[in-house]
T-cell receptor, first 114, second 112 residues
Framework: AQKVTQAQTEISVVEKEDVTLDCVYE???????LFWYKQPPSGELVFLIR??????QNEISGRYSWNFQKSTSSFNFTITASQVVDSAVYFC???????????FGGGTRLMVKP | SQTIHQWPATLVQPVGSPLSLECTVE??????LYWYRQAAGRGLQLLFY??????ISSEVPQNLSASRPQDRQFILSSKKLLLSDSGFYLC???????????FGPGTRLTVT
């Protein structure tokens, strides 16, 4: 069975601070995919990134960066120089090799204060 | 480009009443379609998914059912709502054989 754990339920930072959201996963598959989604107050989930299990390169997109480490089964998400617009609930998710089923973590609520 | 629609956006229904939520996708063919429920504003629970017309897989036994009468239409139904059916219902699609799912705006259901 697959499992995703986001141990941080809520994080509060002041604008311009860096913040890292943790994600730990469990799977028996050798091929799998990891995702991050953002859920702003409007409710719609916004896809941020997908990572394949065979590609451990870290990725950077603007102020966002992701650190994938198979050795620790972690896929952490860092926001650099946070902004108020980053306030949202962030979900980490895992799918199997077929890619049809997503298992979501419980989410981390990020509050960025001005 | 692809677009996913859900309606209604909000719904207040009494216990015991029927339910029908609709989801449609534009700009793609043969999508995988999904229904999720998010209770108490937190984690998402997969309810149903479909890989084709008339093909529905249920992940959680419950008071709900799903149907896919057309390629890009996915409907979530109930004959008699329970209080525990309250929540935020999200529809999602993915490319056939693809991986990331794209979500609709959601329907907030309150059962009173």
């Amino acid at each position: 069975a697959q499992k995703v754990t986001q141990a941080q339920t809520e994080i509060s930072v002041v604008e311009k601070e860096d913040v890292t959201l943790d994600c730990v996963y469990e799977t028996r598959d050798t091929t799998y995919y990891l995702f991050w989604y953002k859920q702003p107050p409007s409710g719609e989930l916004v896809f941020l990134i997908r990572r394949n299990s065979f590609d451990e390169q870290n990725e950077i997109s603007g102020r966002y960066s992701w650190n994938f480490q198979k050795s620790t089964s972690s896929f952490n998400f860092t926001i650099t120089a946070s902004q108020v617009v980053d306030s949202a609930v962030y979900f980490c998710a895992l799918s199997d090799h077929a890619g049809n089923m997503l298992t979501f973590g419980g989410g981390t609520r990020l509050m960025v204060k001005p | 480009s692809q677009t996913i629609h859900q309606w209604p956006a909000t719904l207040v229904q009494p216990v015991g009443s029927p339910l029908s939520l609709e989801c449609t996708v534009e700009g793609t063919s043969n999508p995988n379609l999904y229904w999720y429920r998010q209770a108490a504003g937190r984690g998402l629970q997969l309810l149903f998914y479909s890989v084709g017309i008339g093909q529905i897989s249920s992940e959680v036994p419950q008071n709900l059912s799903a149907s896919r009468p057309q390629d890009r239409q996915f409907i979530l139904s109930s004959k008699k709502l329970l209080l525990s059916d309250s929540g935020f219902y999200l529809c999602a699609w993915s490319v056939l054989g693809g991986y990331e799912q794209y979500f609709g705006p959601g329907t907030r259901l309150t059962v009173t």
